[in-house]
């Protein structure tokens, strides 16, 4: 499976961002989709995941959404009222694990897309 992360840029405070990324292969709707995100300096940290339906790690409740499209092969992060502490690397990350919020869950990493929210 090759993952394909898009989406980041250059947003205000207060703005937001829809992050996509795509899968390839037959096998995306058994797959558990997650999205992580890391600053320099500080590990990677779980912000949301989706299999039947949608978990979502502390940072992310209230603010973001993720949602699937298996027609697509497609995960989607739909990012509001972004707050400059949002600002990081963004990865979205596949596997079939029954738990979802360690990096070791997932079996397959998209490059990361870069997300920056000013102040």
């Known amino acids: 499976v090759q993952l394909q992360a898009s989406g980041g840029g250059l947003v205000q405070a207060g703005g937001s961002l829809r992050l996509s990324c795509s899968a390839s292969g037959s096998t995306f709707s058994t797959l558990v989709m997650g999205w992580f995100r890391q600053v320099p300096g500080k590990e990677r940290e779980f912000v949301a995941a989706i299999r039947d339906s949608p978990f979502y790690g502390d940072a992310a409740k209230g603010r973001f959404t993720i949602a699937r499209d298996n027609a697509k092969n497609t995960v989607y992060l739909q990012m509001n009222k972004l707050k400059p502490e949002d600002t990081a690397v963004y990865y979205c990350?596949?596997?079939?694990?029954?738990?979802?919020?360690?990096?070791?869950?997932?079996?397959?990493w998209g490059r990361g897309t870069l997300v920056t929210v000013s102040s």
């Open positions: 990350a596949a596997g079939w694990s029954n738990t979802v919020v360690r990096e070791s869950d997932y079996n397959f």
